[in-house]
């Protein structure tokens, strides 16, 4: 949409208004007091119409009661000099028959004469206004003496004049033509006071505006503006020289900052690059000792490996030397029996009750030697079940709940000997991919755990399973409320050996096999919940995507 | 012939509505006391004498009309004789004397009081004393004021009436 952008100078501007200013007032005053000049005129011609129409009666009365036609004309003559005056008539009242008849009248120059007014005339003074003309009608009063016992005057006769409002229109454009003269004069007047204003208000306005402009396009703040002789823009000329000096003392001081801080950007120049050589060279004695630091912790890993390696071969030696070693000494002792009664018997000294007694001595040791090579051979098949295998199951669409319910089910009937109470609870529509060997076995472990660490010996435990589904997977929360899992083995419960029954049967592989049924078999994850709950809290979650398909 | 029927329609109402010289000069003479301020009767009846008899002429006149006129002027018809005026009769405001009486006015205005309004018929009335004079002119009547019988009067002429008469001797 264009814009109009109206711009006027303070000459144009000022000039316009005052002649508009002007215009308006003489015309308004012109309006106003011909209006009123023109009204009163018209009032006066009316009020004088008037008396004269009192006058002309009150002096028709004698001339109307006597019959004297001839003075009452000469009367009415002397009214020629009146020029509002175009006709009168005078008219009489016969006493006797009320009839109204003409009596007298008089014409004014150049004016022509009229019919007679007779159906106009009232008993009342009456005025009559018709565009240029005026009526006036004007009873005669009979003059009555002081010996009349009327009380009301009489009318005798009536007098009418016809006047002319053409002199009132004579005055209306006399006056127009003066006033329009005397406005002619007041505006040429009033031009050329503006104009004078005008050099008087420009000139100044000019001259700063012409410094205003100088100064911005040549930089130039020492210039001052001069006096003028009007006080506010002398006022405007001070405020800016006011403005261009502080503006002055601003550059300077400026320039001098500008100085001041070009120096300081080279020192601080200087010390960056000071101090850039410094990081560099920490940046590399850095770089340098976390090359150090990754080899130390290289060196800590295979250490930890070398470790763990020398503590599992350690846990394997001890579990399996017992059994081996006490399976040594047994064979070991059967053979001393049996060299003892080789000789016994070469020697001939062999009784019957020393073959007994070697009987049941070497039936006891088989015995002995024949359980701890089991035990050994069951340590074994249990360090071989360590590395498990995730090529011999695939997985299957399994309604997870009833599954677990089956397994508790035979579990409770082969060991709880339903000292305990198992609870699986789960939306049993559930139905999830996965093997089912391993959910067994780590179910088996977990069980076993609880019943024998957890529970004491008179202790009827209670065993919560809750299976609860999510998008992506599926978590199982094994819950007991025995003595929980103590503080010294939390961080390492899933390690292998690692148990609080050495020596009393316990291998300490149970949860280190847990471990990587879930995380190898199922492709899962298995953390030890430490809630402030009495008892274990196992949760396991159970991939349910594509992750499972794929094992 | 358009200017005779003109004529004739404008003398027919003056015809239908035409008085004697006695009823105009009646009417006059009654009109007279509007025009005349007497000092001494403020207030109270006018009295028009007449000379001798009311027989005829405007005293008959104004007496036939009394009853009427009365409403608009408190007037009283007196007939005096000169013996009356002898006998220093002074009743009477006007006086009208007839023509043929005014051998006898000249005797009656000089004993006559300056308060009596003397009204005759013709200009010679006025050289024998009278007041006004009523004289027939045309078809009407003019007014004729003796200009020095009024100063010595006590009444007043009003400036109006005597703006319309005529003054003898001029």
Redesign the interface.
């Known amino acids: 949409m264009p814009t109009h952008n109206y711009n006027i100078t303070i000459r144009k501007a000022l000039s316009r208004a005052v002649i508009l200013i002007t215009s308006l007032s003489i015309i308004l005053s012109v309006a106003v007091s011909t209006y009123l000049d023109m009204d009163a005129q018209k009032s006066n011609t009316i009020q004088k119409l008037n008396t004269l129409a009192e006058i002309i009666a009150f002096?028709a009365?004698?001339?109307l009661?006597?019959?004297?036609e001839k003075?009452q004309n000469r009367q009415l003559k002397s009214y020629k000099n009146v020029d509002e005056i175009q006709n009168i008539h005078i008219y009489r009242l016969?006493e006797f028959?009320g009839e109204v008849?003409f009596f007298a009248s008089y014409r004014g120059f150049n004016n022509l004469s009229i019919a007679t007014q007779i159906n106009k005339l009232s008993n009342e003074p009456k005025v009559i206004i018709r565009e240029e003309m005026i009526e006036i009608i004007y009873p005669i009063i009979?003059?009555?003496?002081?010996?009349?016992?009327?009380s009301s005057p009489?009318i005798n006769g009536y007098v009418y004049i016809r006047g002319s409002l053409e002199s009132l229109e004579a005055h209306f454009k006399q006056r127009l033509t003066i006033d329009f003269l005397v406005a002619i004069g007041i505006l040429v007047i009033v031009l050329l006071v503006t104009l004078n204003l005008q050099r008087r208000f420009t000139r100044p306005i000019e001259a700063l505006s012409s410094l205003v402009r100088d100064v911005s396009k040549n930089k130039n703040y020492a210039l001052k503006a001069p006096r003028a002789s009007i006080t506010e823009l002398d006022q405007l000329g001070y405020n800016l020289n006011t403005l261009f000096s502080r503006t002055l003392n601003q550059i300077e001081r400026q320039q001098k900052n500008e100085l001041e801080i070009r120096k300081l950007n080279q020192d601080l120049e200087a010390k960056v690059n000071h101090r850039t050589v410094a990081l560099k060279e920490a940046n590399q004695e850095l770089l340098n000792t976390l090359e150090r630091m990754h080899q130390y912790q290289n060196k800590i890993v295979e250490n930890e490996k070398m470790a763990s390696l020398g503590q599992m071969v350690a846990g394997v030696a001890h579990e399996v030397n017992t059994p081996i070693g006490l399976g040594v000494t047994g064979s070991t002792l059967l053979r001393d029996k049996l060299e003892e009664l080789k000789l016994q018997f070469e020697n001939k000294t062999l009784t019957s009750k020393q073959m007994e007694h070697f009987i049941d001595e070497g039936i006891e040791n088989l015995e002995l030697i024949y359980r701890n090579l089991n035990r050994a051979a069951e340590l074994v098949s249990s360090f071989k079940q360590v590395a498990v295998s995730t090529d011999s199951e695939s997985p299957k669409e399994t309604q997870l709940v009833p599954l677990l319910n089956n397994i508790v089910d035979t579990m409770a009937n082969e060991f709880l000997q339903g000292a305990h109470k198992i609870n699986v609870e789960g939306d049993d529509s559930l139905t999830i991919a996965t093997k089912i060997t391993p959910i067994q076995q780590i179910l088996e472990h977990l069980l076993k755990n609880s019943v024998i660490h957890g529970f004491k010996d008179d202790q009827s435990g209670l065993i919560t399973i809750k299976v609860t589904d999510s998008k992506d997977s599926v978590t199982i929360d094994y819950i007991d409320n025995g003595v929980g899992v103590p503080n010294s083995i939390k961080n390492r419960i899933f390690d292998p050996f690692v148990t609080t029954r050495r020596g009393e049967g316990g291998s300490g592989l149970g949860m280190h096999l847990v471990y990587n049924l879930v995380t190898q078999a199922l492709q899962g994850s298995i953390v030890l919940v430490d809630d402030a709950n009495k008892g274990a809290h196992f949760r396991i979650e159970l991939p349910r995507t594509e992750a499972m398909n794929n094992v | 012939m358009y200017k005779l029927l003109l004529l004739c329609l404008l003398l027919i109402?003056h015809t239908l509505?035409a008085r004697s010289i006695t009823e105009?000069r009646a009417a006059?003479l009654f009109?007279l006391?509007?025009?005349?301020?007497?000092e001494a009767?403020?207030?109270?009846?006018?009295n028009f004498c007449f000379l001798d008899d009311i027989d005829s002429g405007p005293g008959k006149l104004l007496s036939d009309k009394q009853s009427v006129l009365?409403?608009?002027?408190?007037?009283q018809i007196v007939t005096v004789s000169i013996d009356d005026f002898n006998n220093n009769y002074d009743s009477c405001q006007f006086l009208y004397i007839k023509k043929q009486q005014h051998l006898q006015a000249k005797e009656i205005t000089e004993k006559s009081k300056q308060h009596v309004f003397f009204v005759g018929e013709n200009k010679d009335f006025l050289l024998m004393g009278g007041t006004l004079a009523l004289i027939p002119y045309r078809s009407?009547?003019q007014?004729h004021v003796g200009r020095s019988q009024i100063k010595n009067k006590s009444f007043k002429l009003?400036s109006?009436?005597l703006?319309?008469a005529h003054f003898y001797p001029n």
Do not use: C, H, M, W
């Open positions: 002096n009365a004698t001339p009661l006597f019959d004297d003075t016969d028959s008849r009979e003059n009555i003496g002081a010996n009349s016992p009327q009489k | 109402p509505y105009i006059y009109k006391a509007s025009y005349t301020e007497f009767v403020k207030g109270s009846a006018i009365s409403q608009r002027l408190n007037y009407k009547v007014i009003s109006q009436l703006g319309i």
